[in-house]
């Protein structure tokens, strides 16, 4: 029996309701702006999108090994722990979810290896036939050995714990170039592997350190991939954004694009915009902080470490204890007691003390309430959201200072990216100043006001979900409240010095 025939006859009132729901406030890009959906689903906009980076990479990964030693004056230093971080959490994810993820070098090679092609789509002939290591997978053949991921692995924990480990030596190739060529490589040997092994991004799904945050601070985006119309996609028969087509491949994501109702997962490829025979896939611009749902612990957790991680970075390189950056670069001051005390306090108040403190917090909420009727679970993973919007304007805030401090020293590299003494732009010898240093302070502050505000306005709205009745919501969310406001004053007075 058909899925359409199993599918039970919805009033048109509730049709109407949820078809309202997806499209509140948000603007429909591709038909606001006609020429923009050809543009997407031509089959050279995916690379035309990565061959930039791709070559700035190489030049990155010349310059860490050929380039000048000292950190400040190699490109690969500045350029990517400066610049690219500073656009990708300041302008990217906000503004245009994971776009980074359609762009990104890391998988390139391994997906070229498992497609077979750089730009067209392969197309089978026979579902499950095999020749070699090609399998064909829906209407698409792939090279490889095409081996499903391990459902218990179907989580972003090893993303949390490698980016935690990844995060715990960031002193060493934030200041060695040698160092941030081998992470860089290695991560794209990595991701070349496992293109060759898996089916389809599974680094990019379960193990690619970067994806694991951009996956939750994407649920703030502005942007989103969503399909217009659910009883289109129910009624298709090719399912081509799954299965693939002639005009495109499957989400290389594993995902249904017309069932997805966050941003998490979603690379924004635009595979399913091409492959979709009835145009019914489509790009939205929609009101900030729109996915407000954690799916498990596993998401929570990723933001209790971007939290903590971020107080650890404000109070290493902004704040002005000199013997905690000696601890944390052990390996150039000798600190190894110091690192051994750095590395546990980290670990330990990720892993544990901050998810226990908003434990805590929600638990008390939930007995304030006295509510039978919500877990304690649901209530947890509610208020955990918080951290999201709060956590993205945290990082903006620290990373906005890292530009105007270190500004001159982008210029520098821009004329000389391998530090041998060029001035290819004119920009060569600027001394170093910071940009409006007597004034950053204050933007700081404003960025932590606007991520409190979110965060409140967000666990409010969690709280009235869960609980209904206002007084009751009240009680549940005071604690958490509470908490995530002592945090933002912490986070100004850090900042303000």
């Known amino acids: 029996m058909s899925q359409q025939s199993c599918a039970k006859p919805e009033p048109s009132g509730m049709k109407q309701q949820v078809l309202d729901s997806k499209t509140k406030g948000r603007i429909d890009l591709l038909r606001r702006f006609p020429a923009l959906g050809p543009v997407l ?10 061959f930039p980076n791709l070559v700035l990479f190489a030049l990155f ?17 500045v350029f990517v722990w ?22 990104c070098p890391f998988p390139f090679i391994g997906e070229w290896a498992q497609r077979g092609a750089l730009v067209s789509a392969k197309v089978g002939k026979a579902v499950g036939r095999w020749s070699g290591l090609s399998r064909v997978i829906g209407k698409n053949r792939y090279f490889g050995f095409n081996i499903r991921w391990p459902k218990a692995l179907s989580n972003i924990w090893m993303q949390n714990i490698g980016f935690l480990g990844l995060c715990t030596f960031s002193a060493l190739f934030l200041t060695r170039p040698i160092i941030s060529t081998w992470v860089l490589g290695s991560l794209v040997v990595l991701a070349t592997v496992l293109h060759v092994i898996f089916r389809q991004r599974a680094f990019c799904n379960y193990v690619c350190p970067v994806s694991g945050f951009l996956s939750l601070y994407s649920m703030t985006s502005k942007l989103e991939v969503r399909s217009r119309d659910s009883d289109v996609c129910l009624k298709c028969k090719t399912k081509s954004c799954l299965a693939g087509s002639e005009t495109g491949w499957g989400c290389p994501w594993s995902m249904y694009p017309s069932k997805m109702d ?28 729109s996915d407000t749902k954690m799916k498990g612990y596993d998401e929570a957790w990723k933001a ?11 109070v290493l390189y902004l704040g002005p204890w000199g013997f905690l950056r000696d601890w944390a670069n052990a390996p150039e001051s000798n600190e190894w007691g ?17 998810p226990g403190v908003f434990a805590l917090a929600a638990w008390a909420g939930g007995k304030w309430a006295k509510s039978e009727t919500v877990s304690f679970k649901k209530q947890f993973l509610a208020f955990a959201y918080t951290l999201v919007p709060f956590g993205l304007l945290i990082w903006i805030a620290f990373s906005t200072v890292l530009v ?61 979900g ?21 945090l933002a004053i912490l986070f100004i007075v850090l900042y303000a010095g």
């Not at 990964?61 to 230093?77: C, H, Q």
């Not at 610049?83 to 994810?93: C, G, N, P, S, T």
């Not at 209790?304 to 404000?314: E, R």
């Open 466 to 486: 869960l609980h209904e009745q206002p007084k009751v919501a009240l009680r549940a969310f005071l604690p958490t409240g509470f908490l995530l406001s002592a």
């Open 404 to 464: 105007f401090t270190n500004w001159s020293y982008i210029a520098n590299v821009v004329s000389d990216p391998f530090g041998w003494g060029w001035d290819l732009f004119g920009t060569g010898s600027v001394e170093w100043r910071p940009f409006m240093s007597e004034y950053v302070v204050f933007l700081q502050m404003v960025l932590v006001a606007v991520g409190l505000y979110f965060a409140l306005k967000s666990g409010w709205k969690a709280a009235l």
């Open 61 to 77: 990964l010349v310059a860490g090994i050929y380039g000048t030693p000292v950190g400040n004056r190699n490109i690969i230093i």
């Open 304 to 314: 209790f470490i971007m939290l903590t991680l971020v107080a650890t970075y404000s």
């Open 41 to 50: 689903k031509h089959r050279w906009f995916q690379f035309a999108l990565i």
């Open 82 to 103: 400066i610049v690219w971080w500073f656009l990708l959490i300041a302008l990217m994810v906000p503004f245009a979810s994971r776009i980074w993820c359609a762009m």
């Open 262 to 289: 966050r941003n998490n997962y979603c690379g924004v490829c635009t595979e399913c915009i091409t492959t979709c025979p009835h145009d019914n896939m489509t790009i939205n611009l929609r009101p900030f902080g």
């Open 338 to 354: 110091g690192f051994g005390v750095y590395v546990s306090f980290m670990w330990t108040t990720a892993l544990l003390f901050v």
